[in-house]
Each structure stands twice: as structure tokens, then as C-alpha cells.
T-cell receptor, first 116, second 113 residues
Framework: GAVVSQHPSRVICKSGTSVKIECRSL??????MFWYRQFPKKSLMLMAT?????????EQGVEKDKFLINHASLTLSTLTVTSAHPEDSSFYIC????????????FGPGTRLTVT | AQSVTQLDSQVPVFEEAPVELRCNYS??????LFWYVQYPNQGLQLLLK??????LVESINGFEAEFNKSQTSFHLRKPSVHISDTAEYFC???????????FGTGTKLQVIP
């Protein structure tokens, strides 16, 4: 099946620094990728929808200047958390839709971000 | 807009007993339905999906779910659970492959030995 990877799997950074998370579709082309955030003991909340070659569409309440999303190719999308603060600590998960019409989104394994 | 309701946040069940995890959805148009499983500190794995056709869908590890349009439900069932089934289960809906997925709040299945 289709595989989506995320890197890094865990990252610890200091408050005020920026951190970049990569999401790659390994064996298929993903025209659309999604970024989710999962709070402890909560469901996944969609942050933004990323389409290759165009600007991301952010959900209401998500700061686009804080969470920078780039979808430069059909296999790579990146999420950069700028000027991170402890409240940004969370589990970030990406997903990708393939072009095969299967209506399935393939999820990455997630990235645990801890801001100290 | 679509929404998903999982009424049970936690479901404890003894090993080898049957289990049902409930999921109800709301949408003004046709949706596609999914169940995902998440093990601790891991991402989501697709368990099963309903796109069209037979309303009863099955997974390779013994789970099944039935799409009931009149009751707008997609409950997940397993006749005999195993310790390894302990995980969090998310019901989800989408309008299409390139549309966002809306998740329920999740149900934590705890299998008791």
C-alpha cells in the first residue's frame, strides 16, 4: 500500500526557535496533503490543506504565519513551526491523497514536538 | 459540513468478549466512511472503509463495520477481542479523496485479560 513518512519522529526545541517537519509520500504522487494536530487525549484537528504548487488553505483559528506550509513537489510537504512556544508542543500528523481515486488518505507516523 | 460522533470515549471489555464501538455521522450529502486505529505514540492506520456497494465491510484482523444510511451510523464490531486490539479507534468521514477528513473524538478500547 501507499506509504507516507514523516521526519523527524520526535523533536525537542527551545522556545523561540523554529522547527521543520517533513512529510513525504514514498511510492505515490500526492497532489493534496493535509496537516493535523493531535492534542493529548483528543482527536485530530485539521490545521491546513496543502496542494502542490499553490498556497495552503488554513482552517479557522490556525495562524498561517506561525505554521508555514510548503508543498513544493508531488511527494513532499513541509510544516515549519516558527518561533515555537511550549503550547505548540503536540503530535503533528500529515496525510496524503493519491490520484488513484481510492478516497483514502494515507497517514504518516506522526511527529512529536516538545518545546521547552 | 459533516460531523462525526463517537459517544463512548472508553470501552473496557474482557478478552475474547465481543465489542461494538459506535459511530454516528451527520452530512447533507453522501460521504465516505472510515475507521482508523492508533496505537500509543504512533500514527493512524486504516482499519476499514466504506465507499459504496455492500454495506458490511471487513478488515483482515476480524473487525467489521456496517453502514446504515437510515440511522447514519457506521458502528465497528468484533466478535472476540484480543489483548493486541487495545488501542484508540477513530471514526472518520470525507466527501472525497481530495477533501479533508473529519474525525470523531475517538474511542479507547481497553481489553482486559
Amino acid at each position: 500500500g501507499a506509504v507516507v513518512s514523516q521526519h523527524p519522529s520526535r523533536v525537542i526545541c527551545k522556545s523561540g526557535t523554529s522547527v521543520k517537519i517533513e512529510c513525504r509520500s514514498l511510492d505515490f504522487q500526492a497532489t493534496t496533503m493535509f496537516w493535523y494536530r493531535q492534542f493529548p487525549k483528543k482527536s485530530l484537528m485539521l490545521m491546513a490543506t496543502s496542494n502542490e504548487g499553490s498556497k495552503a488553505t488554513y482552517e479557522q483559528g490556525v495562524e498561517k504565519d506561525k505554521f508555514l506550509i510548503n508543498h513544493a513537489s508531488l511527494t513532499l510537504s513541509t510544516l515549519t513551526v516558527t518561533s515555537a512556544h511550549p503550547e505548540d508542543s503536540s503530535f503533528y500528523i500529515c496525510s496524503a491523497s493519491s490520484r488513484d481515486g481510492s478516497y483514502e488518505q494515507y497517514f504518516g507516523p506522526g511527529t512529536r514536538l516538545t518545546v521547552t | 459540513a459533516q460531523s462525526v460522533t463517537q459517544l463512548d470515549s472508553q470501552v473496557p471489555v474482557f478478552e475474547e468478549a465481543p465489542v461494538e464501538l459506535r459511530c454516528n455521522y451527520s452530512s447533507s450529502v453522501s460521504v465516505y466512511l472510515f475507521w482508523y486505529v492508533q496505537y500509543p505514540n504512533q500514527g493512524l492506520q486504516l482499519l476499514l472503509k466504506y465507499l459504496s456497494g455492500s454495506t458490511l465491510v471487513e478488515s483482515i484482523n476480524g473487525f467489521e463495520a456496517e453502514f446504515n444510511k437510515s440511522q447514519t451510523s457506521f458502528h465497528l464490531r468484533k466478535p472476540s477481542v484480543h489483548i493486541s486490539d487495545t488501542a484508540e479507534y477513530f471514526c472518520a468521514v470525507t466527501l472525497g479523496g481530495y477533501q479533508k477528513v473529519t474525525f470523531g473524538t475517538g474511542t479507547k478500547l481497553q481489553v482486559i485479560p
